[in-house]
């Protein structure tokens, strides 16, 4: 098979639909069902894709005449003919007559007040087309694929559900490796609460501050919470209601945190919280269950699937019962004992070879 991949959620700040195509297109390369891969970014073949990590934009994509660009996209609709492209982000591009999107949650239309207006019209200018044009639909959980059925009034049958999977370097003790220097981010192995989220209206991290401000203060000082995660959106009340506690020293932001320093902030978690009302799938907490962390999430959408029982579960709206629990996940040793064990067996089924064999016979099946 000759694949095109779909590669413009890559950038340096990586996402989880970023993460989702960087695995995808890695295992791709190498996956003895694909006999060639091209990696396509606005229309053309990228080259160097994972130059989009470094922020190196593909040659062609900028300061190109108009009818340069035209005809770009007119040579890679001729070479497509007899390939299958992938849309790893929701669309089809206009190039693409028809092929495989992944669909990763409905928060757009679930939720429209908590995305940018940009996005919102890019939806609903796009979206439909691609998924008149798709000959089969992705998504990342049974819980999604369901809710995609009944909002575009598609047969199940043009949907599969295939899981995310996790990088091996999310694994316990990273604390002791030397991957990171936990002086530079000002925090301490096994002392403090890690939540890792882009910092958007949906991901509920107004939920976590409000629990976390009624712990009792030497927990408190004790454990900090340390957010990390990308830019997002709409969280300038987000950024006041934080700086209360963060001149107190009971929270620490890291903002966006490099790959290679993301798995030992994890591995030296004491806890993780994540209080998310929607994912598609919800990464973060399956990195924090495979680095023997015990995490607290949301009792919403597809999080109790993806964890299989190995969280402990919340609703984000109840504050009080949100920071007993957050008190009992460092405090109680039979808990946390008990959940890190069967988080680490949730998470050691979650593998990116598996998503990818298994997004290979999707393609083999259209």
């Known amino acids: 098979m000759k694949i095109d991949l779909g590669v413009e959620a890559l950038s340096p700040q990586l996402t989880g639909i970023g993460r989702y195509t960087l695995e995808l297109m890695r295992g791709l390369q190498n996956h003895p069902d694909v006999g060639e891969l091209r990696s396509i970014y606005n229309g053309i073949t990228a080259t160097d894709p994972e130059g989009l990590l470094r922020g190196v934009i593909p040659q062609g994509t900028r300061k ?21 492209y992938h849309g790893p982000n929701f669309m089809l ?23 940018p207006p940009e996005r919102v019209a890019h939806f609903e200018r796009d979206f439909n087309r691609s998924l008149e044009r798709a000959l089969h639909i992705i998504t990342d959980t049974h819980e999604v694929r369901r809710e995609l059925a009944e909002f575009a009034n598609i047969p199940e049958d043009r949907i599969t559900a295939i899981h995310l999977g996790v990088n091996p370097a999310y694994r316990p003790n990273r604390a002791i490796d030397g991957s990171v220097d936990y002086s530079s981010y000002a925090i301490e192995p096994d002392g403090y609460i890690l939540l890792v989220a882009t910092f958007e209206p949906r991901k509920r991290i107004d939920a976590a501050l409000n629990a976390f401000r009624l712990l009792p203060d030497n927990l408190k000082k004790r454990y900090p919470l340390v957010l990390a995660g990308a830019t997002g959106w709409q969280n300038d009340a987000l950024h006041e209601l934080m700086s209360r506690d963060e001149a107190k020293g009971y929270i620490r932001f890291l903002g966006f945190v490099p790959e290679g320093d993301l798995p030992g902030i994890y591995s030296g978690a004491r806890l993780f919280l994540y209080p998310s009302i929607y994912e598609g799938f919800g990464l973060p907490p399956i990195e924090a269950m495979a680095s023997g962390v015990p995490i607290i999430v949301s009792n919403r959408s597809c ?12 609703n984000p709206d109840d504050t009080e019962g949100f920071a007993a629990a957050i008190a009992k996940g460092l405090e109680d040793d039979t808990w946390r004992r008990d ?27 259209v």
């Open 64 to 84: 190109r005449k108009k009818w340069q660009r035209w005809v770009d996209r007119t040579m890679t609709t001729l070479q497509s003919r007899k390939r299958l």
């Open 93 to 115: 591009p206009p190039e693409a007559k028809s092929g495989i999107i992944t669909v990763h949650d409905l928060s757009v239309y679930k939720f429209p007040e908590m995305h």
């Open 303 to 314: 999080l109790p699937e993806v964890t299989c029982g190995a969280a402990m579960m919340i």
């Open 339 to 365: 959940a890190i064990d069967l988080g680490l067996k949730v998470a050691a089924g979650y593998t990116w070879e598996k998503c990818v064999d298994q997004t290979v016979q999707v393609y083999q099946s």
